[in-house]
């Protein structure tokens, strides 16, 4: 597993088409590795927030 990368290397929501709600069935980011939950509201290590548990982009490699 990876670190979270800093705000200025993770990618925006266009360059991953980012989706929200997901249009990929089975497929989320309340089910993905790269998701961090928090209280605050939740994160990726790899793309720029905001980030919704029931969307998805082109990097959903799915939970292990």
């Known amino acids: 597993m990876f670190k979270e990368l800093p705000k200025a290397e993770k990618a925006s929501h266009a360059e991953v088409k980012y989706e929200h709600p997901s249009e990929h069935a089975g497929k989320y980011c309340g089910n993905c590795n790269s998701v961090i939950?928090?209280?605050?509201?939740?994160?990726?290590?790899?793309?720029?927030?905001?980030?919704?548990l029931n969307g998805w982009c082109e990097r959903w490699p799915g939970k292990k």
């Open 37 to 52: 939950e928090g209280m605050a509201g939740n994160r990726c290590k790899t793309v720029v927030g905001p980030i919704y």
